[in-house]
T-cell receptor, first 114, second 105 residues
Framework: DADVTQTPRNRITKTGKRIMLECSQTKGHDRMYWYRQDPGLGLRLIYYSFDVKDINKGEISDGYSVSRQAQAKFSLSLESAIPNQTALYFC?????????????FGPGTRLTVL | SNSVKQTGQITVSEGASVTMNCTYTSTGYPTLFWYVEYPSKPLQLLQRETMENSKNFGGGNIKDKNSPIVKYSVQVSDSAVYYCLLCFGNEKLTFGTGTRLTIIP
């Protein structure tokens, strides 16, 4: 089974709708991240959480919110989706105990906003 | 399949120049990203290299599948973990395991 899972894997929604993307991990890592990827660009950080009670904005947090329900779960919400939020969304985890702090990514959620 | 190799750890003195390598195997020509992770901070994008701009980066060439990043006159504040990432279109991400750069004052 995958260590980092994301649901749904694909989603098509309409402008103005609220949508939630879920991320779960079984790696026991304390740190979790949400990124989006757009064609020709690298990963851009939306939000990150270093602990259950720690939530931080990334470089493109406007239009998004998150919830860290437990150490293993980190949800990303779009309160009112807009077309330029169409992208591939990745959740990642890392363990602060590891020397290189390598991030482990989920398989991605492809979101299309019509 | 795609794979990325990076040197695990590099330690140099302040003021030195350092080259961090990223060698990879791939079935095509990806876009290559370098990210840096400073202590207790998430990843930050450093540079993006494509077939079109590859010659602009010091010594790197995507055709050679060896795209290093070079830092000149490093400072203690450059100490961080540097990740190389391959990206094919909008689908596949392959991360290297990172190079931990330590600068000694």
């Amino acid at each position: 089974d995958a260590d980092v899972t994301q649901t749904p894997r694909n989603r098509i929604t309409k402008t103005g709708k609220r949508i939630m993307l879920e991320c779960s991990q079984t790696k026991g890592h304390d740190r979790m991240y949400w990124y989006r990827q757009d064609p020709g660009l690298g990963l851009r950080l939306i939000y990150y959480s270093f602990d259950v009670k720690d939530i931080n904005k990334g470089e493109i947090s406007d239009g998004y919110s998150v919830s860290r329900q437990a150490q293993a779960k980190f949800s990303l919400s779009l309160e009112s989706a807009i077309p330029n939020q169409t992208a591939l969304y990745f959740c990642a985890t890392s363990d602060r105990q590891r020397v290189t702090n390598e991030q482990f990514f989920g398989p991605g959620t492809r979101l299309t906003v019509l | 399949s795609n794979s990325v190799k990076q040197t695990g750890q590099i330690t140099v003195s302040e003021g030195a120049s350092v080259t961090m390598n990223c060698t990879y195997t791939s079935t095509g020509y990806p876009t290559l990203f370098w990210y840096v992770e400073y202590p207790s901070k998430p990843l930050q994008l450093l540079q993006r290299e494509t077939m079109e701009n590859s010659k602009n980066f010091g010594g790197g060439n995507i055709k050679d599948k060896n795209s290093p990043i070079v830092k000149y006159s490093v400072q203690v504040s450059d100490s961080a973990v540097y990740y190389c990432l391959l990206c094919f279109g909008n689908e596949k991400l392959t991360f290297g395991t990172g190079t931990r750069l330590t600068i000694i004052p």
